[in-house]
């Protein structure tokens, strides 16, 4: 399967100004699936998304369809050819 993934103006400089990635997945593919596939192709990228031990950075918001990854099953969320979107939390005082 061919998945679409959204990528935010504050992390395109990590994937060479890509605003949107295209990966070749296997149709049973989780999120942790799509982060390694990622990781390949684009370090930097992966580096901003998960930390050392592979989980999600904690101010990265991964939406798989109109549902936060961490609200479903996290990095073992099925993405059944659903609409990714990587959303970084913004602070500001």
Not at 34 to 42: E, K, N, S, V
Not at 68 to 83: A, Y
């Amino acid at each position: 399967m061919t998945t679409d993934v959204k990528i935010p103006a504050a992390l395109a400089s990590e994937c060479d100004g890509a605003r949107h990635l295209t990966v070749d997945l296997d149709e049973h593919a989780t999120l942790a699936d799509l982060l390694d596939a990622i990781a390949r192709t684009h370090p930097r990228l992966a580096r901003r998304l998960r930390d050392e031990s592979g989980k999600l950075r904690r101010y990265v918001n991964i939406y798989i369809g109109d549902d936060e990854s961490r609200r479903l099953q996290g990095l073992n969320t099925p993405l059944d050819n659903r609409e990714i979107q990587i959303l970084p939390s913004i602070a500001g005082g």
